[in-house]
């Protein structure tokens, strides 16, 4: 690759919904590439709060005016989906010591799919280190206090689906 290439990395995930966690990711990963897309996975085998269509409109709310931002989802394996897009990596977040087995898991079995791939992990600001979509779900059905959690366009329509 020469220097005057851009580097784009794909950020994959749920995102059901985004929380302050993940938008502390997307903004690491902009000091490191030049651009990063930021993926709603289809064909995820889980029961989500939000549909795909509403995850990645509330991704466009947060980041879409983000330079270097693009938002996208995909139905297919992750790491077909970065070769389409062009990317040189799929980017990944470590909280703490649980997400370590599972991202292991998956980065080794993506490499083997597809060495040519890099999975880079990032780890969030300490204060988002706790943080979970599950549990700001959780805390969204008993009515509480979600502004440190997750941004003002994602939290209207966490109270609007508790609501029913
Ligand atoms: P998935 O179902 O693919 O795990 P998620 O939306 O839960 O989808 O997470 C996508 C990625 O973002 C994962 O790598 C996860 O570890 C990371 N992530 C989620 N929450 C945080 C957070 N608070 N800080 C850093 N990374 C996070």
């Known amino acids: 690759m020469t220097s ?11 995102f059901d919904p985004l929380t302050y966690g993940h938008v502390d990711l ?5 000091e490191v590439f030049d651009e990063v897309i930021v993926a709603v996975a289809r064909n995820f085998d889980k029961r989500s709060l939000f549909t795909f269509e509403e995850r990645v409109e509330m991704l466009g709310e ?6 270097g931002v693009t938002i996208d989802d995909f139905d297919c394996l992750t790491v077909e989906y970065a070769k389409q897009k062009g990317a040189v990596a799929i980017v990944r977040g ?10 292991l898991q998956m980065a080794l079995t993506n490499r083997k799919l597809s060495p040519e791939i890099e999975t ?7 204060s988002y280190s706790f943080l979970s979509s599950t549990l700001v779900k959780e805390i969204a059905s008993y009515g509480g206090d979600l502004s440190s959690f997750v941004p003002p366009p994602v939290e209207r329509r966490l109270r609007e689906k508790c609501k029913r």
């Open 4 to 14: 005057s290439e851009k580097k784009c990395v794909v950020y994959p995930g749920s």
């Open 120 to 126: 880079i992990f990032l780890m969030p600001s300490e």
């Open 94 to 103: 470590l909280r703490a010591v649980a997400d370590f087995e599972y991202e």
């Open 62 to 67: 947060v980041l879409g005016e983000m330079e």
């Open 26 to 30: 997307v903004e690491r990963a902009l």
